[in-house]
T-cell receptor, first 114, second 115 residues
Framework: AQTVTQSQPEMSVQEAETVTLSCTYD???????LFWYKQPPSRQMILVIR??????QNATENRFSVNFQKAAKSFSLKISDSQLGDAAMYFC???????????FGTGTRLQVTL | GAVVSQHPSWVICKSGTSVKIECRSL??????MFWYRQFPKQSLMLMAT?????????EQGVEKDKFLINHASLTLSTLTVTSAHPEDSSFYIC???????????FGSGTRLTVV
């Protein structure tokens, strides 16, 4: 069974600084997708960034980028120039090409301080 | 982008009554939708996969007679919590997938409080 592990229950970053959230996963599949979702206090799940496993290039979306290490099964999220609006729960998620169910990690709560 | 609408956003009901939550894909067809439950400060727990025109697939430990799922059209899935009790109080979220590479779009969630 696939598992997703987020080892940091909480993280804190100062405004304008950079923070990295960790995620590791376990799978025997070769074709899969990885996602980071953000859940602010409103509890709306928002897609932050996605990565296809077959792509070696790390995905980037403005201030958000990932460090995808396929051999190590690691998928960390880097947030640059952190803003107060980045404060939220962040969930790492995994999806295989054959299955349809997302598997979520336990989440990391990010605080952004002035 | 894909939009999933979920209603109501919050509901309070008396113990023993039933509550229906709707999940609609607004600009795409979704043959499959998913229902999650989220306890405070925890991750999303998949309850069931809703399949258009067929029976839902429930995750282990989820009571199918308590959480009735209907997916009658390509844009609408409903979750009915039957004979609700205070322990059913939770945050329920639906999601649908526009395409495999785009991942899932989530509804805004429903906060259910059973008193």
């Amino acid at each position: 069974a696939q598992t997703v592990t987020q080892s940091q229950p909480e993280m804190s970053v100062q405004e304008a600084e950079t923070v990295t959230l960790s995620c590791t996963y376990d799978t025997s599949e070769s074709d899969y997708y990885l996602f980071w979702y953000k859940q602010p206090p409103s509890r709306q799940m928002i897609l932050v960034i996605r990565q296809e496993a077959y792509k070696q290039q790390n995905a980037t979306e403005n201030r958000f980028s990932v460090n995808f290490q396929k051999a190590a099964k690691s998928f960390s999220l880097k947030i640059s120039d952190s803003q107060l609006g980045d404060a939220a729960m962040y969930f790492c998620a995994y999806l295989t090409g054959t299955a349809s169910k997302l598997t979520f990690g336990t989440g990391t709560r990010l605080q952004v301080t002035l | 982008g894909a939009v999933v609408s979920q209603h109501p956003s919050w509901v309070i009901c008396k113990s023993g009554t039933s509550v229906k939550i709707e999940c609609r894909s607004l600009d795409f067809q979704a043959t499959t939708m998913f229902w999650y439950r989220q306890f405070p400060k925890q991750s999303l727990m998949l309850m069931a996969t809703s399949n258009e025109g067929s029976k839902a697939t429930y995750e282990q430990g989820v009571e199918k007679d308590k959480f009735l799922i209907n997916h009658a059209s390509l844009t609408l899935s409903t979750l009915t919590v039957t004979s609700a009790h205070p322990e059913d109080s939770s945050f329920y979220i639906c999601s649908a997938r526009e395409s495999l590479r785009h991942g899932y779009t989530f509804g805004s969630g429903t906060r259910l409080t059973v008193v």
